[in-house]
């Protein structure tokens, strides 16, 4: 984690720069493009600092107050930085109404310059970032600065095209495109940040392939009243209750042992809280005779009475 933060430290350096030079060649030039990516930089400067404080208060370890560690804390600053794309991306794509309507004469020797400059600086962040992506803040700062390096491509490719086709439309085509690709990639990850948020379970884990995985290592009647979810991108978490055929103190700790190993090794789950018991979710609250009722935090019980209250309403 500590490395990330470093890496993040580097890339605004090297951005500040890069925004600079940018924001001076798109007044030089009156590339709409050229703006457009270099008020992008700007709100990348501003998210990379943003992530950078959320990486730095995720190494905190956890107390009494926040007993799940700091861990959402960069989630949360993924969360606004994607936001902030979202509506940035909206605002380059009105820009470019604008200027369709209200044609403006584009210097192309500027934006190839200056779109060489951006692709040099966003390659080699890439290349700096590009196995950390495990890391929401990371991987949203990456997803950042691929679409930077396209974005400069494109401003080049738009460049070339108007100094030997003097069509300073393609500018304004330039700069939509540019907008849509933004919006997908902050749309894609604002969902993924919401889930994490939400406690979903992991896209890329199958709670009936861990129920089997677990049922594998023998001696296993049911597990129910599963839970997993992620504190961030990478540390995940989960809680079971788990029937065993021979319940004593002996065997339960055995079992735990194999099942811990095994839910880190398969499906990189860190953290787990397991319950042994005889009957199958026999110390649940709503298993006891006398609070018999559906419980909506149970994925494994009540099954036809949820069904039925669906219908209902």
């Not at 404080?53 to 994607?82: M, Q």
């Not at 089997?212 to 504190?231: A, N, Q, R």
Request: net charge neutral; hydrophobic share 45%.
């Amino acid at each position: 984690m500590q490395k990330k933060w470093k890496k993040i430290a580097f890339t605004i350096i090297g951005i500040t720069i890069i925004f600079v030079g940018k924001f001076i060649g798109a007044f030089i030039s009156k590339s709409l493009a050229l703006f457009s990516d270099s008020w992008h930089l700007l709100t990348d400067i501003a998210s990379l600092i943003l992530s950078y404080w959320g990486v730095k208060v995720a190494l905190k370890s956890a107390n009494h107050k926040y007993n799940f560690g700091y861990y959402r804390f960069s989630i949360f600053t993924a969360l606004i930085n994607n936001l902030s794309l979202i509506l940035i991306s909206v605002y380059i794509f009105y820009k470019a109404i604008l200027r369709y309507f209200n044609p403006v004469n584009v210097e192309p020797s500027g934006m190839i310059i200056f779109s060489i400059l951006g692709l040099t600086v966003n390659t080699i962040v890439v290349l700096n970032l590009r196995n950390n992506s495990n890391n929401m803040n990371v991987k949203s700062v990456f997803l950042h600065f691929m679409v930077d390096a396209l974005s400069d491509i494109g401003v080049l490719i738009g460049g070339i095209i108007i100094y030997f086709t003097h069509l300073p439309g393609v500018d304004t085509l330039l700069s939509a495109i540019l907008a849509c690709l933004i919006l997908r990639n902050a749309f894609k990850m604002t969902i993924e940040c919401i889930k994490i948020l939400l406690e979903a379970a992991p896209e890329d884990i199958s709670i009936d392939e861990l129920k089997e995985s677990i049922k594998d290592l023998g001696g296993i009647i049911e597990i129910t009243d599963i839970h997993i979810w992620s504190l961030s991108k990478e540390i995940l978490s989960m809680t079971a209750h788990i029937s065993i055929k021979e319940c004593n103190i002996e065997n339960c700790e055995s079992r735990l042992h194999e099942i811990q190993h095994l839910l880190k090794d398969k499906f990189n789950i860190d953290h787990s809280t397991i319950q042994f018991e005889k009957s199958t979710c026999g110390s649940c609250f709503h298993s006891k005779p006398d609070h018999k009722h559906c419980c909506n935090m149970c994925i494994d019980k009540c099954g036809d009475e949820k069904h039925q209250k669906i219908i209902n309403i």
